[in-house]
């Protein structure tokens, strides 16, 4: 028997079931991403927080297989990522604030830096439809780099607890609207 792929072929119910949890998700992120929006400093720290609790867990991930391969070549390189990953983890989660400031900094250079390529990418496939599309991208992310720049260290403080908002606030509605399409499509 082939296994059906056609989400509108299989169990109507839970496919209503799961467009209802849909619905409910994207409520509770897009609330998050107001709240974010609101308190971009407390999403922030707590961002940078789950940044290195993400560290810690590499790391120790990193330290498993190291110690599950020591007869296995670069032995004591595995140990100084494991070790390089808890140490960043742990000065991330007791020092949030300039972990903050050292994230925006990277990530100012990181959007800048992209856009710049965008730019590049943009005039070398310019005969192409729509390459103006890319162009604006690619200054609209100097420009963010930039400004993130400008307002460097201050914008420590809330960038990071912004666009994490921004984020929550746009997944959250793309869901909420999605599913409420697939709960009204059913009904009909």
């Not at 897009?30 to 922030?44: C, E, H, K, S």
């Not at 050292?102 to 943009?122: C, P, R, S, W």
């Not at 409420?180 to 009909?188: H, I």
């Amino acid at each position: 028997m082939v296994k059906q792929t056609d989400p509108m072929s299989g169990d109507l119910a839970q496919t209503q079931r799961n467009a209802g949890l849909g619905i409910v998700i994207g409520i509770i992120m897009v609330v998050l991403g107001f709240v974010a929006i609101a308190r971009p400093f407390y999403a922030t720290i707590a961002s940078t927080v789950v940044f290195g609790w993400l560290f810690i867990s590499a790391g120790v991930l990193q330290l498993l297989y190291a110690m599950r391969s020591p007869n296995i070549r670069g032995f004591f390189w595995k140990m100084f990522l494991s070790i390089l990953f808890l140490g960043t983890g742990l000065y991330t989660i007791n020092n949030p604030s300039l972990s903050a400031q050292a994230l925006t900094f990277v990530l100012g250079i990181t959007i800048f830096a992209q856009g710049a390529i965008e730019v590049i990418l943009a005039f070398m496939i310019r005969p192409a439809t729509r390459w103006v599309m890319l162009l604006i991208a690619g200054i609209a992310g100097i420009i963010l780099g930039i400004f993130i720049w400008s307002r460097f260290p201050s914008s420590a403080d809330w960038l990071i607890g912004l666009m994490v908002g921004l984020h929550l606030l746009i997944t959250g509605a793309w869901i909420l609207f999605f599913s409420s399409l697939t709960r009204s499509l059913l009904r009909d």
